[in-house]
């Protein structure tokens, strides 16, 4: 299994910048970071958040071996064709090690704050759906890459330069009605929230939309994360009980064996979520990759 690390854009930028460089420097097989443009919050918030394509640049150019990766980017916020030549261009910047993670977009006061158009859900998804097709034609394809959608229309758009990595397309999300589906066309990976039984249910679901559309679901990697707190205090356990994943560090090794058991190849840790400043989300970190991740790492 591999474990990847997820710092937050909304710390300041040395800061995250040097818990990527201690990610890869340590022994993290990946780093993924989100994609919005304030804090999750209701209303407009307040608080520095870094654009995420751009960081993930910046964060390419300072590791050399690292996966780096969008979790995941908001489609409705960039049109597909300038995403792909964005993507394309921090993998060769990263020299094939970038992720391109791609949702349907959900924080509709962010999409309000910013004027940028949220739709409907079925109007979110059918976009997803075009901008996949755009995407790997533009990733993939031999020539020129053209579509008349209902959204996003191009003519005879040039792809040049090609990835120089595999560029996986990631599909972020667990709705069994449209995301699984367009996970079981369009992704070479696909990522989710949840507990080890979440991912079982989800990738029993996935086999069935995998089967109506005649593809082995062993061909998606799949990859998860959740709230992961490192602790041996009862009372801890008891107040965080139901939210993550809490325990020991035999306890939570019993989790990631459970993960492993429900199909899961990578484990993402959100180090926003493992402390109350930056050193404890550090110290909280590598003592998961350290003392539980060990075990079950690949390679």
């Avoid at 993290?28 to 209303?43: I, K, L, Q, S, T």
């Avoid at 489609?75 to 060769?92: F, G, Q, S």
């Avoid at 996949?132 to 020129?144: D, E, F, T, V």
Wanted: with cysteine; aromatic share 8%.
């Amino acid at each position: 299994m591999r474990f990847a690390l997820w710092p937050s854009l909304h710390r300041p930028w040395a800061e995250t910048a040097q818990s990527v460089v201690h990610a890869e420097e340590s022994g993290w097989d990946g780093v993924y970071v989100a994609d919005h443009f304030m804090p999750n919050a209701e209303g407009p918030a307040d608080g520095a958040m870094y654009e995420c394509w751009t960081a993930m640049a910046g964060l390419a150019a300072l590791t050399s071996r690292v996966r780096i990766g969008a979790l995941v980017t908001g489609n409705t916020y960039r049109h597909p064709a300038v995403l792909a030549k964005e993507a394309v261009t921090v993998d060769h910047i990263s020299g094939g090690r970038t992720v391109l993670g791609l949702g349907a977009g959900w924080q509709e006061n962010e999409h309000a704050a910013y004027g940028l158009a949220y739709g409907s859900f079925a109007e979110r998804f059918d976009k997803l759906e075009e901008a996949c097709q755009i995407i790997l034609g533009m990733l993939r394809g031999a020539g020129r890459t053209t579509l008349a959608g209902r959204h996003y229309t191009l003519t005879d758009a040039p792809a040049d330069p090609k990835p120089v990595g595999p560029l996986p397309l990631l599909i972020g999300g667990t709705g069994e009605r449209r995301t699984l589906r367009i996970v079981a066309r369009f992704a070479d990976e696909w990522n989710l929230w949840g507990t080890p039984d979440v991912v079982a249910q989800k990738s029993s679901v996935l086999a069935e939309r995998c089967a109506e559309v005649d593809r082995d679901p062993a061909t998606i990697t799949r990859c998860a994360q959740a709230p992961i707190t490192l602790t041996d205090d009862p009372a801890v356990k008891e107040k965080l009980a139901g939210r993550g994943v809490v325990g020991s560090v035999a306890e939570l090794q019993e989790v990631v064996a459970a993960y492993a058991e429900a199909g899961l190849d990578e484990l993402i840790f959100p180090m926003f979520l493992a402390g109350r400043d930056a050193a404890e989300q550090q110290d909280t970190a590598d003592r998961f990759l350290v003392e539980v991740a060990t075990p079950f790492r690949s390679g």
